[in-house]
């Protein structure tokens, strides 16, 4: 038995066409690339530490992509928020940290100097800091280091 | 012809020493110097990996929680899109099995509401 082909292989994969079902409300994707994301990840989740935790509860209940729709839209418009709010006020320091980020590899260590005047005029203008939960008491925070071992060879 | 009697004596100043020393040149540093001195580096760099190690271990807890408050914002674009594919393919069921009576579009082959991922998935 032999089946119809097509002479020719798709080089894009097949993509369902139907939009999401109108009783569905839309959202705007953030649309945001992996180092702005990275160079933002910390201040996501202070800034919406709520409706993340949200979120994830809703998904431990129930790991049914239908049942957390209401609760995912409103994280993905909190990081939407915030990324324009970033975006208003330290452009010229997120721009230069995620630049960074982009060309190291994405390791936050690599770029020390622009990470931390991104988290200055985050504090500044936005009042949210960086804070890496499970810190050892009493130690300085890893991206707080004054001198610390793993650096850039190539300053 | 006669040559007059001259005594032979030592050089004007006298004749240098007998060098009968051993004359070794200088062998670098003792073996105890050596030891310490290779104890004390080795010292210095264990030190320094094991501080390098800790610092190892803050900066990839630092890379997890990055990522950790991520998951929610990409888990949400991903059930989005996840929960589009399962409607289109739920109408597409409908449509295909309309004449077939007592199917039930999307029900599960277990007997189990919980959900599951589904194991074809058609982009």
């Known amino acids: 038995m032999s089946t119809f082909q097509k002479g020719t292989v798709p080089t894009q994969p097949y993509k369902e066409p139907t939009p999401l079902p109108d009783h569905v409300p839309k959202v705007e994707e953030l649309g945001t690339t992996s180092a702005p994301l990275k160079s933002a990840a910390f201040f996501i989740g202070a800034y919406c530490k709520e409706y993340n935790e949200d979120f994830m509860l809703c998904k431990a209940e129930n790991r049914d992509p239908g049942h957390c729709l209401k609760e995912g839209r409103r994280v993905t418009r909190c990081a939407t928020d915030l990324i324009n709010k970033m975006r208003e006020n330290c452009l010229e320091q997120f721009d230069a940290h995620w630049n960074c980020l982009e060309l190291n590899n994405q390791e936050y260590y690599r770029c020390r100097k622009p990470e931390r005047t991104l988290n200055k005029c985050m504090f500044e203008k936005l009042g949210l800091t960086k804070v890496i939960p499970g810190t050892p008491a009493g130690q300085k925070p890893v991206h707080e280091i004054d001198s610390p071992i793993f650096k850039p060879i190539q300053k | ?123």
């Open chain 2, 1 to 123: 012809m006669s040559i007059p009697y001259r005594q032979d004596m030592p050089p004007p100043g006298g004749f240098e020493a007998v060098k009968y020393k051993r004359n070794l040149p200088f062998r670098g540093p003792g073996a105890l110097a050596i030891l310490g001195g290779i104890t004390a580096i080795c010292t210095y760099g264990f030190y320094r990996l094991g501080k390098g190690n800790l610092e190892k271990r803050e900066l990839h807890r630092e890379k997890v929680w990055s990522r950790i408050h991520l998951v929610p914002l990409l888990m949400a674009e991903g059930d989005r899109d996840a929960y589009r594919r399962q409607q289109a393919a739920l109408a597409r069921e409908k449509e295909i099995m309309k004449d077939v009576k007592g199917w039930v579009p999307g029900s599960s082959v277990y007997n189990n509401p919980k959900y599951h991922t589904p194991e074809i998935v058609i982009l």
